[in-house]
């Protein structure tokens, strides 16, 4: 069992950025691949951002490129969402969520295992 913790959220205006963090419970967390997700009030969870299996490399959504970069420190057991230039469409609940096996795509929340409470992120216009 991994237990997933986010941090970091808040309420912020258009233009300025926030890190948030997802740490893990387990010393097995670099075994497994993290993603980004969030909801927005009325919409379906969407993929943000995340390592591919064996952190070869990260995926983004297109709406997120360029602004939020995702990185990791495998001391802390602590992976990490840098979010620049934030927009009011960013507002959204953001979850943390590990994937514990090579398969699917890295984009759908169906192929995670473990999922954070989530943290608010509000950009005020």
């Known amino acids: 069992q991994v237990q997933l913790v986010e941090s970091g959220g808040g309420l912020v205006q258009v233009g300025v950025s926030l890190r948030l963090s997802c740490t893990a419970s387990s010393r097995t967390f670099s075994n497994y691949a993290i993603g980004w997700f969030r909801q927005a009030p009325g919409k379906e969870r969407e993929f943000v951002a995340a390592f591919t299996w064996n952190s070869a490399s990260t995926d983004y959504v297109d709406s997120v490129k360029g602004r939020f970069t995702i990185s990791r420190d495998i001391a802390k057991n602590t992976v990490y969402l840098q979010m620049n230039s934030l927009k009011p469409d960013d507002t959204a609940v953001y979850y943390c969520?590990?994937?514990?096996?090579?398969?699917?795509?890295?984009?759908?929340?169906?192929?995670?295992?473990?999922w954070g409470q989530g943290t608010q992120v509000t950009v005020s216009s």
């Open positions: 969520a590990a994937r514990v096996r090579p398969v699917g795509t890295v984009s759908l929340p169906m192929y995670y295992t473990y």
